[in-house]
């Protein structure tokens, strides 16, 4: 395991967001022995998760290091985007001829991983530019023929099929040996365009097309302002170090994890439930048809003679849903620090080999012990290992129980749903962040604004930035809510109402997060189109709201979606159905006072406009809204998930802005 690369983010900080990259391992790298692209990888992840390009063109992908970086990065963020890798895979003059094998590896790599939206086209530049509309490619890589006429006339003809805004980029910008010329027409391009260059890794130039483009949010907020370059080479600088120490090493991904050994026994029993709401796959690990090496009965145990048992073991398994590896075991050996190792394949993450793989200390005192593994486990909070987690499945995987000789005996392995840690004291058996903290980590970076936050502000990176919204002021609010009284409360910057973010101008922050507000909104569709409209492209809604088991709730009956899409495109004619949710609400919050008591609490509660909560909530029907809100104003669904404050369940969105 080659030494780690520390990479200090804190003068970065001051001039562009956390990113990605600071974590992030490529999947395929030093292709053919070649790393001319390697060190450029991690600005790659993060222009794509900038950029979300629609359409992605590369000329010259030869081993396909640089175009299935792209591939990877469009994967990993669930950006609905088309890829085009332009090769005639013959060679020229600069890269020399080559063998066919070439182009069978990158198309079985492309068949295996990405070929539900990424195409070879294996013809000349020139004979590939008619498929294009002038305007359609959002990120165009040329990486063909280097000499300065090749590599200009190459931009000069493909230049009108980039959309206004989009990104261009020319690699070898430093190479000025021989008859190498991108740095010739790099030195003309960047006196006349928004232009940032990259030292490292033979050097990368990133142009920005004229024309009005979408506010983009991530690294490209920041590229082009001269003041940062510095900071952002020497940044990516120290990524590309990392990914060359991990090539080195023989490695590319996540080997070590610390599983947690023997967790309280609620954890245990939340996760492993065999007969439990689909939160649970059993691996049948002991089935004797399955494949096996090295295995054979030994008194009720199994024996290893060798260093390598292994069972592969057919299986369906979500990745972005199911989170935890559980194994319970005994073993025993002579040998010190044993491990056992996962190994997992499918069809996007084509593999069985080290990279696509954990492996775990286990305990060799022939004692039965349970360890449970984060497989979405990433480098820092909220981070997330994508050699796992991505939206497909892996459908064979393969457990190494000991890597030495010894006995064991496996009682229970299989995988558990990430919904079923979704109790707080679940959480804390498993040493996990609690989840809103994780989701925040994970999705809210750089700006935003947070509504109605009141007593609980959600907690963000150290390195986001956010203000407060709410209709009332710190004093108004206490008088409104006398039940707040113990608590101290956050300032609100922002004066407005919670579902028109007035004083917010449009594509201008980063994230909203609004916790438990949705439900108190007359109209929620309308609230999350306005909050939407205020996000950059990119940028993410985090919502959350009660199941309606809660206290207040729990005798009303539920919303369905339909009224609530009703309540958004037949707005005029829901004041009597507005009346009616206070006389539920009262009904379900003071069912021991008489009726007339009921309709005067009503009637009070109605002329001071108290924030009820209008709607509510089953996880289905919230995540039905939210499939509607994307479907009706330009945004995607990237996860909903289940938790809990105390003793009531809650329901989480992240939505993120197109």
């Not at 003059?93 to 094998?101: D, F, K, M, T, V």
Request: charged content about 20%.
């Amino acid at each position: 395991m080659p030494d780690p690369v520390i990479i200090d983010c804190q003068a970065a900080r001051a001039v562009f967001p956390a990113l990605d990259s600071v974590a992030w391992t490529p999947a395929r790298h030093g292709v053919g022995g070649l790393r001319n692209w390697s060190g450029h990888l991690p600005f790659a992840r993060d222009l794509v998760a900038s950029l979300r390009p629609r359409l992605l063109v590369e000329l010259g992908t030869h081993y396909g290091e640089s175009y299935f970086g792209f591939c990877q990065s469009v994967a990993e963020t669930g950006g609905s985007c088309t890829c085009y890798a332009v090769d005639t895979w013959a060679g020229d003059p600069h890269s020399l001829p080559y063998g066919e094998e070439v182009y069978s590896n990158v198309l079985r790599h492309n068949s295996e991983t990405y070929a539900s939206f990424s195409r070879l086209l294996r013809t000349t530049f020139d004979d590939a530019l008619p498929r294009f509309a002038e305007g359609s490619i959002d990120l165009l890589h040329i990486d063909g023929m280097h000499t300065y006429e090749a590599v200009k006339h190459d931009f000069e003809a493909w230049y009108p099929k980039v959309a206004a805004g989009g990104i261009v980029l020319l690699h070898d910008t430093a190479h000025r040996h021989a008859d190498f010329g991108v740095w010739r027409l790099w030195e003309e391009l960047s006196r006349n365009h928004e232009a940032f260059e990259f030292h490292h890794s033979h050097g990368l130039g990133v142009i920005r097309k004229f024309g009005v483009r979408r506010t983009l949010g991530g690294i490209l907020d920041y590229l082009f302002t001269a003041e940062n370059a510095d900071r952002i080479r020497r940044y990516y600088a120290l990524c590309a170090e990392r990914v060359e120490r991990i090539a080195d090493g023989g490695v590319a991904g996540p080997v070590d994890n610390s599983a947690i050994t023997d967790p309280p026994p609620d954890a245990m029993s939340a996760l492993a439930q065999p007969h439990g709401e689909g939160h649970w796959i059993e691996l049948a690990a002991g089935i004797p048809a399955f494949a096996r090496n090295d295995w054979e009965p030994s008194d009720g145990m199994w024996r290893a003679n060798t260093s390598d048992p292994w069972v592969l073991c057919p299986v369906s398994v979500s990745c972005s849903e199911f989170r935890f590896f559980v194994l319970q075991m005994s073993c025993s050996t002579r040998w010190p620090k044993p491990y056992a190792q996962l190994f997992w394949s499918g069809p996007q993450r084509a593999g069985l080999n080290e990279r696509l793989s954990v492996r775990f200390p286990v305990n060799p005192d022939g004692r039965p012990h349970t360890y449970v593994v984060d497989l979405h486990a990433g480098l820092g909070p909220g981070a997330v290992n994508y050699l796992w987690w991505h939206p497909g499945k892996v459908d064979v995987v393969r457990l190494d129980p000991l890597d030495v000789p010894g006995e064991f005996n496996i009682a229970l392995a299989g995988f558990a749903h990430q919904d079923a840690a979704g109790r707080e004291e679940v959480r804390d058996g498993l040493k996990l962040l609690p989840l809103r903290t994780e989701l925040s980590y994970r999705y809210l970076r750089g700006s935003g604004v947070e509504i109605g936050a009141l007593q609980s502000p959600l907690q963000i990176r150290p390195d986001a930035h956010i203000r407060y919204a709410d209709r009332l002021t710190v004093d108004e609010a206490r008088a409104h809510y006398p039940e707040l009284d113990p608590y101290p409360l956050v300032t609100p910057s922002i004066i407005c109402d919670a579902a028109t973010l007035t004083p917010v101008a449009d594509t201008s922050v980063d994230f909203v997060v609004a916790n438990h507000v949705l439900e108190h909104l007359r109209d929620p569709l309308a609230a999350l189109r306005e909050w939407l409209r205020v996000v950059r492209p990119g940028g993410c809604l985090y919502i959350a709201v009660p199941d309606h088991n809660n206290p207040l709730d729990r005798l009303r009956p539920i919303t369905p979606v339909e009224h609530m899409i009703a309540d958004h495109e037949q707005r005029r004619a829901q004041l009597e159905l507005d009346r009616s949710h206070y006389r539920e609400w009262v009904a379900s919050t003071r069912p021991d006072i008489s009726r007339e008591d009921q309709d005067k609490q009503q009637a009070h509660l109605e002329s001071i406009g108290y924030a009820i909560h209008f709607h509510t909530f089953t996880r289905e029907t919230f995540a039905a809204l939210m499939n509607a809100a994307a479907t009706r104003f330009q945004a995607e669904p990237v996860e909903v998930r289940q938790g809990s404050t105390g003793e009531q369940t809650e329901y989480i969105a992240i939505l993120r802005r197109l």
